[in-house]
């Protein structure tokens, strides 16, 4: 058995569908030990990874992270033809498992163009390596979907959520366009999401009227195994709810003016959970 056969388990060939029985790995894993595991260009001109993701090497324009077995990041594909997908996922044998499903995809297409070739993922840190792949101001849409908690208080510097990583979101996003999408089954870190995220000048959250025909909204409750699984069995709330919000990208003409009341505000803030993050370790 080879290494890459011993880290993503049984071969599956190239253009067959494969079985998520031999894909399975832990829900969570932490991203903060995982800073040096992966490979990405060091300035956002190189563009020479595309060509192992896209006929075509268009850059994406929308990325699911923390994609798991890649149901929204196909349903992606396939209701927005003129976008390119990525997922992006931490844990390699998932990965490997989308990067099989997406290739199966393709192969079945029984016309010239596969309509999945807008499609395909990587395995990545979306916490700390985006800046690296997408250029500022190309992502017109932005998922996390059914993300990991992290309860414990001294996690939650881990939540792929928060003030630090919503500048570099809003930085990746098309001014006045982009949107960022979150989903969960856990109330208590949907409102820890729209806290942070109406909290953060660049972000309006956008009311139920503005996003009633965004296909994408329906496709994320529904298309994500997440969210199968918290409509089959109730997920964290046993309800089967499931919390969501959407934000837009605001015009850069329209970015309120930096008081410093504001500003030192942020940064005590931050200071103080770093703080009780070191308290409990």
Same mark, same amino acid.
């Given at each position: 058995?080879?290494?890459?056969?011993?880290? *993503?388990?049984?071969? *599956?060939?190239?253009?067959?569908?494969?079985?998520?029985?031999?894909?399975?790995?832990?829900?969570?894993?932490?991203?903060?030990?995982?800073?040096?595991?992966?490979?990405?260009?060091?300035?956002?001109?190189?563009?020479?990874?595309?060509?192992?993701?896209?006929?075509?090497?268009?850059?994406? *324009?929308?990325?699911?992270?923390?994609?798991?077995?890649?149901?929204?990041?196909?349903?992606?594909?396939?209701?927005?033809?003129?976008?390119?997908?990525?997922?992006?996922?931490?844990?390699?044998?998932?990965?490997?498992?989308?990067?099989?499903?997406?290739?199966?995809?393709?192969?079945?297409?029984?016309?010239?163009?596969?309509?999945?070739?807008?499609?395909?993922?990587?395995?990545?840190?979306?916490?700390?390596?985006?800046?690296?792949?997408?250029?500022?101001?190309?992502?017109?849409?932005?998922?996390?979907? $059914?993300?990991?908690?992290? $309860?414990?208080?001294?996690?939650?510097?881990?939540?792929?959520?928060?003030?630090?990583?919503?500048?570099?979101?809003? $930085?990746?996003?098309?001014?006045?366009?982009?949107?960022?999408?979150?989903?969960?089954?856990?109330?208590?870190?949907?409102?820890?999401?729209?806290?942070?995220?109406?909290?953060?000048?660049?972000?309006?959250?956008?009311?139920?009227?503005?996003?009633?025909?965004?296909?994408?909204?329906?496709?994320?409750?529904?298309?994500?195994?997440?969210?199968?699984?918290?409509?089959?069995?109730?997920?964290?709330?046993?309800?089967?709810?499931?919390?969501?919000?959407?934000?837009?990208?605001?015009?850069?003409?329209?970015?309120?003016?930096?008081?410093?009341?504001?500003?030192?505000?942020?940064?005590?803030?931050?200071?103080?959970?770093?703080?009780?993050?070191?308290?409990?370790?």
């Amino acid at each position: 058995m080879t290494e890459e056969e011993a880290t *993503t388990g049984p071969i *599956t060939a190239d253009g067959d569908m494969p079985q998520k029985k031999f894909y399975r790995q832990r829900a969570h894993c932490n991203p903060l030990a995982h800073n040096d595991s992966f490979q990405y260009p060091h300035t956002v001109e190189d563009t020479s990874w595309l060509a192992q993701h896209y006929p075509h090497n268009r850059r994406p *324009t929308v990325l699911d992270c923390g994609c798991g077995f890649g149901g929204l990041t196909v349903a992606l594909a396939k209701a927005l033809p003129e976008e390119v997908i990525m997922g992006m996922e931490i844990r390699a044998k998932v990965t490997e498992y989308v990067r099989l499903r997406i290739a199966a995809l393709r192969s079945e297409s029984s016309t010239g163009s596969s309509c999945y070739d807008n499609a395909s993922v990587m395995r990545t840190n979306s916490m700390k390596f985006l800046p690296n792949f997408f250029p500022r101001g190309s992502i017109q849409k932005l998922f996390f979907c $059914f993300p990991d908690p992290h $309860f414990k208080r001294k996690n939650h510097g881990r939540r792929i959520v928060s003030e630090r990583l919503l500048t570099e979101y809003a $930085f990746l996003l098309v001014p006045g366009q982009g949107r960022l999408y979150c989903i969960t089954d856990v109330q208590e870190l949907h409102q820890w999401h729209v806290q942070k995220c109406n909290a953060h000048p660049l972000f309006r959250r956008l009311k139920e009227e503005e996003i009633k025909d965004d296909p994408c909204v329906e496709l994320m409750k529904n298309e994500t195994e997440e969210g199968k699984k918290v409509t089959k069995l109730g997920g964290d709330n046993k309800k089967g709810e499931k919390y969501y919000c959407v934000y837009q990208r605001i015009l850069d003409a329209e970015i309120p003016p930096v008081q410093a009341d504001n500003f030192f505000a942020i940064e005590e803030d931050e200071n103080e959970s770093n703080n009780n993050n070191e308290s409990q370790e």
